[in-house]
């Protein structure tokens, strides 16, 4: 006991030291909050950890409101009963300690994993949180949703890299994501998802920000709901698959542009877009080989983008994980030209994220 103490207590230092550098995106807000903030389930820890995500959007069902973000930052991977306080900032935010004054929601409802979203619902507690649907840099969103397309400007704020934008990589990918089954403990276990957005950055986001709104720069509606990455990558669920899981409602206002020219980690496209006939192309191809293509142990994404060298040529984007050994990758499938992205791990927790000492984890 005296051991676990002591290695609590350490943890709780630790995070403390960390809280000293905190951001807009991490701080305690005046109540009623903005989202695009640190937050997450106040039973997210183990013995010496304590792990926090984003409280992403507002959105209402059945006339209440309720905060989108993702399962595994609301719902603890599948493990959270109803009812259970979110609070704002998250544990990690708190040098691994919350009171009831932090909580801003609770627990409701949440996907399971393994059905092509990673989203999860907490129903506000009245007056806590910002009743239009403020996101902290962007503004009240589009109450309207968009679909992603390949090279479309987007932008986020999230708890840990806070406002960026980036442009679109590849759309309809499908991707296999490393969760863990605790906060930092527990058994790792990997699930695959289908047709997912993909930004394809190292600057976009990184773990903590998890359950942040991806909208469009250009119009501000929400386009992806972030839930993993790598060193160079984001990953979201189409918004248009959480919406129709979840059954919900965007609150937000008139579409508007967001100033990405000058956020950090802005990122100007030089792609045209696809017409609909390479999109069709791209993606034909994609369609009759990925599976295929996925017997390759290294290979962990598979989608459709826009050729680097030839602007306006579709692409079959082909992921593959840094430091394993793969199989000869075809320089064209069915005509259509094949470009590989070498990056880490896929993961649900802790991707891109400058070190930091073991008692505290951001997803």
Request: with cysteine; glycine share 12%.
């Amino acid at each position: 006991k005296i051991v676990k103490k002591r290695i609590l207590f350490v943890a709780t230092i630790l995070c403390a030291s960390l809280a000293l550098g905190q951001t807009t995106f991490q701080v305690r807000q005046t109540r009623p909050i903005q989202l695009g903030t640190s937050g997450g389930n106040v039973n997210d820890a183990s013995r010496s950890f304590c792990c926090s995500g984003t409280l992403g959007s507002l959105v209402t069902k059945g006339g209440v409101q309720y905060i989108l973000s993702n399962n595994h930052v609301l719902a603890r991977s599948d493990s959270a009963t109803v009812g259970e306080a979110i609070s704002q900032p998250g544990l990690i935010d708190s040098s691994c300690r919350v009171t009831s004054a932090d909580t801003v929601a609770n627990f409701s409802q949440a996907i399971k994993l393994g059905n092509n979203v990673d989203a999860a619902l907490a129903q506000v507690v009245s007056g806590d949180v910002s009743s239009n649907g403020a996101i902290l840099s962007v503004g009240v969103p589009a109450s309207t949703t968009a679909t992603p397309t390949v090279s479309r400007g987007v932008a986020k704020a999230g708890r840990t890299t806070g406002f960026t934008c980036g442009t679109i990589g590849s759309v309809s990918t499908n991707v296999s994501v490393q969760y863990q089954a605790g906060c930092n403990s527990g058994k790792k276990f990997t699930i695959s998802y289908t047709n997912q957005v993909v930004i394809n950055s190292s600057t976009f986001s990184a773990g903590g920000d998890s359950g942040s709104l991806i909208v469009t720069s250009d119009t501000a509606q929400p386009v992806a709901l972030l839930f993993a990455g790598s060193s160079t990558t984001t990953i979201g669920n189409p918004i248009g698959d959480v919406v129709k899981a979840l059954g919900i409602t965007f609150v937000g206002g008139a579409t508007h542009s967001l100033s990405c020219t000058a956020a950090a980690g802005a990122i100007g496209s030089k792609g045209k877009g696809l017409s609909e006939g390479e999109l069709h192309r791209a993606l034909t191809a994609k369609e009759g080989h990925w599976q295929e293509l996925f017997n390759d142990a290294a290979i962990q994404g598979v989608g459709v983008g826009e050729h680097p060298d030839f602007p306006g040529e579709g692409a079959v984007i082909i992921y593959v994980e840094q430091g394993r050994a793969h199989g000869p990758i075809p320089a064209e499938i069915d005509g259509v030209k094949t470009v590989v992205v070498v990056t880490d791990r896929f993961r649900a927790t802790g991707w891109n994220e400058p070190t930091q000492p073991a008692s505290c984890s951001s997803k």
